[in-house]
C-alpha cells in the first residue's frame, strides 16, 4: 500500500466549476498535511496546510481533513484556467513528509 | 530573492563528469533536504541535513554526494551518473525536521546526463 494515495488524471473541469482533489494516506499517526501546487516545469509550491480535522478555508480554496477516515481533500471554488496544474498532497509524519505522486487538473474555459 | 534558490537552473552532464548542485535557504531555516522529482513518481526524498547533521539518506546511491557546510548552504555532487539519473533535482527547506514544519522548495535544478 502507498503511504500517500492519489488519483494521478487527469482530472477535468469548465472553468467555474468547483474542483475536489483527493489523497488517502496510510499513517495514523500522521499529523501534519499538505497541499501543494506544480505547474508544468515549475517546483512545488505550498497552497495550505492542515493539522485538526474539519475545514480550512483560504480565499478559492479549502482544505478539508478526516483523520479517522485518513482522508485528506483540496476544495478550488471557482476554478480558473490558471489552476490548472498538479496537485501534490504531502503529509508528515514524526521525522518526514511523505508526498502523493499528484493529481493532475485541468480547467477547461 | 527567493526563499531558496538553487543553481544551476539547468545542466547537462556525460556520465564520466563531476558536478554539483548548489542551494541556498534565506529563511532562517534549520533543516535543508534533497529530493528527486522524475516523471510519473512521486518526490523520491534523497537526503536530510538538521542543524547540518545528516539524519537522512534515503538508500541514494553514492555517486550522489551530499555536503551541508551551514544551515543556509546545501550541496549536491555529482559523479558518474547514469541516464536514469536524469530528473528535475529539488532543494528544500523547513524550520526544523519532523511533524508541524513547512517544506519550501527551491525552483529546482533541471539535470540531463548523456
Known amino acids: 500500500q502507498k503511504e500517500v494515495e492519489q488519483n494521478s488524471g487527469p482530472l477535468s473541469v469548465p472553468e467555474g466549476a468547483i474542483a475536489s482533489l483527493n489523497c488517502t494516506y496510510s499513517?495514523?499517526?500522521?499529523?501534519?498535511f499538505f497541499w501543494y501546487r506544480q505547474y508544468s516545469g515549475k517546483s512545488p509550491e505550498l497552497i495550505m496546510f492542515?493539522?485538526?480535522?474539519g475545514d480550512k478555508e483560504d480565499g478559492r480554496f479549502t482544505a478539508q481533513l478526516n483523520k479517522a477516515s485518513q482522508y485528506v481533500s483540496l476544495l478550488i471554488r471557482d476554478s480558473q484556467p490558471s489552476d490548472s496544474a498538479t496537485y501534490l498532497c504531502?503529509?508528515?509524519?514524526?521525522?518526514?513528509?511523505?508526498f502523493g505522486i499528484g493529481t493532475k487538473l485541468q480547467v477547461i474555459p | 530573492e527567493t526563499g531558496v534558490t538553487q543553481t544551476p537552473r539547468h545542466l547537462v552532464m556525460g556520465m564520466t563528469n563531476k558536478k554539483s548542485l548548489k542551494c541556498e535557504q534565506h529563511?532562517?531555516?534549520?533543516?535543508m533536504y534533497w529530493y528527486k522529482q522524475s516523471a510519473k513518481k512521486p518526490l523520491e526524498l534523497m537526503f536530510v541535513?538538521?542543524?547540518?547533521?545528516?539524519?537522512e539518506n534515503n538508500s541514494v546511491p553514492s555517486r550522489f554526494s551530499p555536503e551541508c557546510p551551514n544551515s543556509s548552504h546545501l550541496f549536491l555532487h555529482l559523479h558518474t551518473l547514469q541516464p536514469e539519473d536524469s530528473a528535475l533535482y529539488l532543494c528544500?527547506?523547513?524550520?526544523?525536521?519532523?511533524?508541524?514544519?513547512?517544506?519550501?522548495f527551491g525552483e529546482g535544478s533541471w539535470l540531463t546526463v548523456v
Open positions: 529563511l532562517g531555516h534549520n533543516a
Open positions: 528544500a527547506s523547513s524550520p526544523g525536521q519532523g511533524t508541524g514544519n513547512t517544506i519550501y
Open positions: 492542515i493539522y485538526s480535522n
Open positions: 499513517d495514523r499517526g500522521s499529523q501534519s
Open positions: 504531502a503529509v508528515g509524519g514524526y521525522q518526514k513528509v511523505t
Open positions: 541535513y538538521n542543524f547540518k547533521e545528516q539524519t
